[in-house]
């Protein structure tokens, strides 16, 4: 059996405060983006950020990135069929009032 230490993942102090200033100016940057008028690019802009920044936790907040392979890939194929299901959905109500 592994050892307790080996399961363990203890980021530093410094690393966990980049990511909190990272996350933050990602925060002030989704508001400043969402004071300029970008038409359509709005939506796409604010989804960018938004994906960073939800990366960002699961990599480090929830040490994602020591997870083994197979969590990794569990976890990108339900957020893949999520998307897929979202999809379709859209793709309902998009074509069902035509």
Known sequence: MQ???ELQH???FK???TILALLM???LLTIGISMINLGKM???AALLIAAIKSSLVLLFFMH???ESMAVK???VSTVCFVAILIGFVFWDIVYRYQ
């Open 42 to 44: 709005n939506v796409v």
């Open 73 to 75: 890939i569990s976890f």
């Open 64 to 66: 994602m990135k020591f």
């Open 15 to 17: 690393t966990l405060f």
């Open 10 to 12: 203890i980021l530093s």
């Open 3 to 5: 050892d307790n230490h």
């Open 25 to 27: 100016t990602l925060t």
